[in-house]
C-alpha cells in the first residue's frame, strides 16, 4: 500500500507531502503519525506541504487533526512551505485551520519546534514527575 | 459561446477525486488562468467531485472549456444519482454537515467560482454547475 514516508529527527518528526493525496493516503498518514509520535517518543512534528498544488476541506481537515492528535500525545505540529494559492484558496474557501501552528519553510519550523521544546524542558526542570 | 473541449469523467472511489483533480487544472492550464485562478476552480472541483461521491454515491462530472469573444473559461457539471438534498437553503450555509466533514463543500466552493447552480431533488439525485471566467 501506498504511504507517505516519515522521518525521524531528534525528537522531531518530518513529513513531506509530494504526491496529491487521495482521500485514503490521508488517513493513512494520521493512523502512522501518531504511532510514530508514541513509538519514537517525538515531541515535534513538522509537516512539509510545499509540493502540495491543492489543499481542500478534506485535507484541510486531515492537517488540523492530526495536529491536534499530535498536541494530545504531548507533541507540537508546524506545518510548513504552503504555497501563497493555496493560502488564498483555503482561506476563501472558509479553512483558516485553527489551532495549526505554521511557518514559511523547514528552516524556520524546525526553529519554532526548537523553541517550544526548550520550554517544555525548562518547565519540566521544575515540575515534580 | 464556443466549447473548446468538453469532456465527462466518472466518479467512482477516492482516486477519481484526485483525477478530477488534475483534468481540472489540465483545463485551467490551457485556458491560461492565473496560478490562484487554477488553485481555486481545482479546489471547489474536488470538493463538488468529494460530495458527489460521498453524498451521492458517485457520479460523473462533464468538463467544457469555454470561450465567449475574448473571454476564456471552465464550466464543471457534476451529476449524481443519490438521495438529493431536501433543504438547498441549509445545505448552502457554512458549517452544515450531514457527513463527518466540516460543512464547507457546497458554501466553500460557491465562494471559489464567478457561477454556481445547483438542482436537486429527493430521490433522484443532485447537479451542481460552476463555472470560471478567467
Do not use: C
Not at chain 1, 31 to 36: K, W
Not at chain 2, 63 to 84: C, H, K, M, N, W
Not at chain 2, 89 to 102: C, H, I, N, P, S
Request: neutral net charge; hydrophobic residues 45%; charged residues 25%.
Amino acid at each position: 500500500m501506498e504511504r507517505i514516508p516519515i522521518l525521524k529527527m531528534g525528537k522531531v518528526l518530518l513529513v513531506t507531502v509530494q504526491v496529491d493525496m487521495h482521500d485514503r493516503l490521508a488517513m493513512t498518514l494520521q493512523d502512522d503519525l501518531t504511532a510514530r509520535i508514541v513509538k519514537d517518543h517525538a515531541h515535534g512534528v513538522l509537516i512539509d506541504i510545499s509540493s502540495l498544488e491543492v489543499v481542500d476541506s478534506f485535507i484541510g481537515r486531515m492537517i488540523g487533526n492530526i495536529a491536534n492528535m499530535a498536541r494530545v500525545l504531548d507533541a507540537d505540529t508546524v506545518v510548513v512551505g504552503m504555497r501563497p494559492a493555496v493560502a488564498i484558496t483555503l482561506v476563501e474557501l472558509g479553512l483558516s485551520l485553527p489551532g495549526v501552528r505554521t511557518a514559511l519553510n523547514v528552516d524556520k519550523g524546525v526553529e519554532m519546534l526548537k523553541g517550544s521544546m526548550e520550554q517544555r524542558a525548562s518547565a519540566n526542570g521544575h515540575a515534580t514527575r | 459561446m464556443a466549447t473548446l473541449r468538453d469532456e465527462a469523467f466518472p466518479i467512482r472511489s477516492s482516486d477519481d477525486i484526485v483525477k478530477v483533480r488534475q483534468i481540472t487544472r489540465e483545463l485551467a492550464l490551457m485556458q491560461t488562468f492565473s496560478l490562484v485562478d487554477q488553485t481555486k476552480i481545482v479546489t471547489a472541483a474536488s470538493e463538488l467531485a468529494r460530495n458527489a461521491l460521498e453524498h451521492g454515491g458517485g457520479g460523473e462530472v462533464r468538463f467544457e472549456a469555454l470561450q465567449e469573444g475574448s473571454r476564456r473559461g471552465i464550466r464543471l457539471t457534476f451529476v449524481d444519482q443519490g438521495p438529493g438534498i431536501p433543504d438547498l437553503e441549509q445545505a448552502l450555509k457554512d458549517g452544515f454537515t450531514t457527513g463527518g466533514g466540516m460543512g464547507l463543500g457546497l458554501s466553500g466552493s460557491k465562494r471559489l467560482v464567478n457561477e454556481f447552480e445547483i438542482h436537486s431533488e429527493v430521490g433522484k439525485g443532485t447537479r451542481v454547475t460552476i463555472a470560471r471566467w478567467k
